[in-house]
């Protein structure tokens, strides 16, 4: 289901709503094969009765359980009920006892609360626009029944869920103090939804630039992804996804510079061994921007290649990215051949930290710090510091 801005959907259009493959064949998985499904306040009328038709004569779509429209969300049937139980959004005219079945209506509703829920939103937030969306007021009795979501009972209660979830596989990342767009990455990653991973991420990159990005939204998914991964064994198929979708987002990002303004450009590549790229395509996203030049070699670069591509482009800085602690070695610094014209060497990453640098190599920590620092070296301004 994408949360594309336009698209909400309404109630009268079900099958439209979420847009998803997966949801047709829920769907078809309950409702095929011919079978009738009972209507729990009447037993002995199957809902493909003549009674199922409306005044145009098509058909309704009859009613789900709990289960099949789990299958069609792609969440657990304990968050419907949840939702149901907290936020008033469940079947319309269900009764304490009897089972829960979902009308066309009903989860259309729940669309767009999950639409909401990827854009950022709050659970609580992302009900009361589905509500309000639908036109579908909360009845007294349920409202009287649901435990208030901003009680600090219902918070310790959440996390300790979220835990139990994550430990046994559940659909959510911890991304404590996330912000909402954060928030709604991780839950786009974690549905396996690549087309909305990479529209957030092209959204938030035009309204706050790649680097903002990485560091606000696109690095705490990550890290949440890789403790995952540390405490459950598992979301390994998270990290891949992300990362193709970050890549071809910077990529995307990256503008050409027929003109760039510096006259010889900076050399962009990643130690040997270091296979952790990523941040060196946001440094060069961020560098075209402004209007700076750059020679992309990308990850994992032997030694000699970079020293032939020295000798070949007279670069006027060469910023080696190690990201992983062990990768980094002060020797890949002193093995780039001295040229006609200096070579500044930038040691970029926290995979430098405790490497001893050769003197005409500067340490980089952050991707924000690198930015500003490279642009006004090779401008001319060699003095200045960020």
Request: glycine fraction near 10%.
């Amino acid at each position: 289901m994408s949360p594309d801005d336009g698209g909400m959907g309404t109630a009268s259009e079900p099958a439209r709503t979420g847009g998803s493959t997966k949801g047709d064949v829920a769907l078809a998985d309950v409702s095929g094969g011919g079978t009738a499904v009972e209507d729990p306040e009447n037993p002995e009328k199957p809902e493909d009765s003549e009674d199922s038709t409306d005044s145009t004569g098509v058909v309704a779509e009859p009613p789900l359980p709990v289960a099949a429209v789990a299958r069609r969300l792609g969440i657990a049937p304990s968050t419907l009920r949840t939702w149901d139980r907290r936020y008033g959004v469940g079947p319309t005219g269900h009764t304490t006892g009897s089972h829960r079945r979902y009308a066309p209506g009903d989860i259309a509703r729940l669309e767009i609360m999950q639409r909401a829920l990827l854009k950022g939103a709050a659970p609580a937030e992302a009900a009361e626009y589905a509500l309000r969306a639908t036109g579908e007021p909360e009845e007294p009795d349920r409202v009287a029944e649901r435990v208030p979501a901003n009680q600090s009972a219902n918070h310790s209660a959440n996390q300790s869920a979220n835990q139990s979830a994550n430990h046994h596989g559940g659909r959510r990342l911890p991304l404590p103090g996330g912000s909402p767009a954060a928030r709604g990455l991780g839950r786009a990653a974690m549905a396996m939804d690549d087309e909305s991973v990479q529209r957030m991420i092209a959204d938030a990159i035009a309204a706050d630039g790649v680097v903002a990005v990485w560091d606000g939204v696109v690095r705490p998914v990550l890290a949440a992804v890789e403790s995952r991964w540390a405490y459950a064994g598992d979301c390994v198929e998270i990290e891949h996804l992300v990362n193709e979708c970050v890549l071809a987002a910077m990529i995307r990002a990256t503008p050409l510079v027929p003109r760039p303004r510096n006259p010889r450009p900076v050399l962009l590549c990643c130690v040997p061994g270091e296979t952790h790229s990523l941040p060196l395509y946001v440094l060069r996203a961020a560098l075209a921007r402004r209007e700076v030049g750059t020679l992309m070699l990308g990850a994992a670069v032997p030694g000699q290649a970079l020293a032939a591509a020295v000798r070949r482009t007279a670069p006027a800085a060469v910023a080696i990215w190690a990201q992983v602690p062990g990768q980094a070695d002060g020797r890949t610094l002193l093995d780039v051949p001295r040229t006609r014209q200096r070579v500044h060497l930038f040691a970029c990453g926290p995979g430098w930290l405790d490497v001893d640098l050769p003197g005409r190599a500067e340490r980089l920590d952050d991707l924000a710090g690198a930015v500003e620092r490279i642009e006004s070296f090779v401008l001319g301004d060699r003095d200045s510091t960020t």
